[in-house]
DNA sequence: TCTGGGGTCCTAGGACCC
DNA sequence: TCTGGGGTCCTAGGACCC
């Protein structure tokens, strides 16, 4: 899809048309752009550039926050009216996919009047531009539809792979980022056509595993092959919830809180896809970007807020270096599909945690996200609320507000 | 420039086992 | 006294993608 975010923002509110649109925050806020439209991209602003940069570059241009929601929305308009063109589709982000046309001649006509086909397909159904591209393989298909944007087709005829790679920067080919653009620049390697032509024993010395396979990438060769046709719903690896803080804080009240907010709400997409996290995984960064990762792998998968919070604040705790914060993330990994063996005792408190969370569960669908936290997650200031008058927190005694590993007391079962 | 949030995949070292 | 070869699991970091 050709600049997505800003084309679906468009359509709710045709005034933006035309003009500098930038997605993803306030242009004064820690964020970087989502997409720009191609107005803004005059300027220079382009995704991935900090809203801060984008604004000095283009102070006239509109800043959006976005809705995801729409996006997913029209993400599947898109997918229905390319799934009634070809059976195997593979949506392969939320604005990109792959649609194996192999043998879809008789139906289809010849490659380029099957693209005009489809194109405006998705034109009539979702009122969006796209551009295509047609190729023998994903990774020259992938390449050519970036080159034919903004609205274009573009068909790689068959043994003219390379001579089209050849001319692009080696950055164009999947893969390729500021890194490893960095490592083949001191190579001498800028375009895809230096690169297909250089030893291809010196790119496996240099750049291992990934040499080998980049000198394929530069000659249109590609080693991930066409489609899995079982592929279905892959299920998810990992699943993860980070935050950046608007002021870098040092205040342990705030960190505390906001860790056990994020493992609140990883827990609650594990129960919403029936997993189980085995290790559980913190981020925290610094002032200075310095990143840090610490995990810990649990004797039992769990899917219950309070589990996952204690690990991470254990986690967080012994890697602190008491220096203000810029970011907290938390980490679910090694997903399962069920708890696995647990001894008797712990076969009860999770019963009790499973019945509360339950229930939580239904009440933030009802009244939203924020109706229900544990304490921990409520910060500081509320805490200090509750201690100084514990009559703030109906139906609560003050022992309650530990919030450990604990099973859930009547209380807050409540 | 002052750097999001959600992911995937890869590498490398160490513990431990046979 | 010097020290193998294969495997798995765990942890940490990093490149990259949208």
Not at 9 to 33: A, H, M, T
Not at 175 to 190: D, M, Y
Not at 202 to 227: H, I, P, T
Not at 334 to 357: C, H, I, V, Y
Request: aromatic share 8%; with cysteine; charged share 30%.
């Amino acid at each position: 899809m050709d600049a997505f975010f800003v084309s679906v923002e468009e359509l709710f509110d045709p005034s933006l048309k035309g003009k500098p649109v930038v997605v993803g925050g306030r242009p004064n806020e820690r964020g970087v752009v989502s997409a720009a439209s191609y107005a803004a991209r005059k300027f220079g602003v382009h995704s991935a550039m900090p809203l801060r940069t984008a604004h000095k570059l283009c102070p006239q241009a509109i800043f959006v926050e976005g809705h995801r929601e729409r996006y997913r929305e029209y993400s599947g308009r898109v997918y229905e009216v390319l799934q009634k063109f070809s059976p195997s589709v593979e949506m392969a982000s939320i604005d990109e996919a792959y649609l194996d046309v192999t043998g879809s001649e008789r139906l289809h006509g010849p490659p380029f009047e099957a693209a005009h086909k489809l194109h405006d397909a998705v034109k009539r159904a979702t009122n969006l531009n796209c551009s295509i591209g047609i190729a023998a393989s994903r990774m020259v298909a992938k390449v050519a539809s970036d080159q034919a944007k903004p609205n274009g087709i573009l068909w790689i005829v068959p043994g003219k792979e390379a001579s089209f790679l050849a001319p692009l920067d080696v950055r164009k080919i999947p893969g390729v980022g500021k890194v490893t653009e960095r490592n083949l620049h001191a190579c001498g390697i800028r375009k895809v056509g230096d690169l297909a032509s250089f030893d291809p024993g010196f790119l496996e010395e240099r750049f291992g595993k990934w040499g080998v396979a980049l000198a394929g990438k530069a000659r249109g060769e590609d080693a991930g092959g066409w489609f899995d046709h079982e592929v279905g719903e892959t299920s998810a690896k990992s699943i993860s919830h980070e935050h950046t803080f608007m002021v870098d804080t040092a205040d342990a009240g705030t960190l505390d809180a906001m860790l056990v907010r994020l493992a609140e709400m990883v827990a609650r997409r594990l129960r919403d896809h029936s997993l189980y996290a085995r290790t559980v995984q913190i981020k925290l960064r610094y002032s200075d970007f310095s990143t840090f990762t610490r995990a810990r792998t649990l004797h039992r998968a769990t899917q219950i807020d309070s589990e996952l919070a204690a690990a991470a604040r254990e986690l967080f705790h012994k890697a602190w270096k008491r220096k203000p914060i810029r970011l907290l993330g938390v980490y679910a990994q090694q997903l399962e599909a069920s708890e696995g063996q647990s001894s008797l005792l712990e076969e009860d408190k999770t019963q009790a945690w499973r019945e509360t969370l339950r229930a939580v569960d239904k009440m933030r669908e009802k009244y939203g996200d924020g109706i229900v936290s544990l304490a921990a997650g409520m910060g500081a200031s509320f805490r200090a609320r509750v201690h100084e008058n514990p009559e703030n927190l109906p139906g609560k005694e003050p022992k309650d507000r530990k919030t450990g590993g604990d099973a859930p007391s009547a209380s807050s079962r409540r």
